[in-house]
């Protein structure tokens, strides 16, 4: 009887430290994934703050959308626009020299649905 104790103790005692093994190394790898996790995060913060860097925007934004800063001459006082009188300026757009892709495929799928409407 003694001896299937000690049988059932040392069994016991296999398992539980084997269980321990498992969740350490279980342990071990959650703390491994979670500094990765942390360095991605560090890492996209800094990929952020290098994108949204205000010189970064300004330069895209004169490049791509061929946009300039606002001119003092542009500016219209408050007290012009609630008393409803026309400013003195007018807008200035400039035409596009050319359609890009999408715009020609908007003027293309728009252009049979207005000659219905003229008929």
């Known amino acids: 009887m003694a001896f299937g104790c000690l049988v059932g103790l040392l069994l016991y005692t296999y398992d539980l430290k084997f269980k321990t093994r498992q969740l350490e190394v279980r342990a071990h790898d959650l703390v491994t994934e979670l500094q990765d996790e942390s360095d991605f995060l560090a890492l996209m ?3 952020v703050s290098y994108l949204s860097r205000p010189d970064r925007i300004e330069d895209l934004a004169r490049k791509q959308l061929r946009l300039e800063p606002v001119s003092p001459a542009q500016l219209v006082s408050w ?3 609630t008393a409803g009188q026309s400013p003195e300026w007018q807008a200035q757009t400039t035409p596009l020299s050319k359609k890009d892709g999408i715009a020609a495929l908007i003027d293309k799928a728009a252009a ?8």
């Open 79 to 81: 007290q012009t626009i």
């Open 112 to 119: 049979p649905a207005m000659a219905p409407a003229s008929r």
């Open 45 to 47: 913060r800094a990929e």
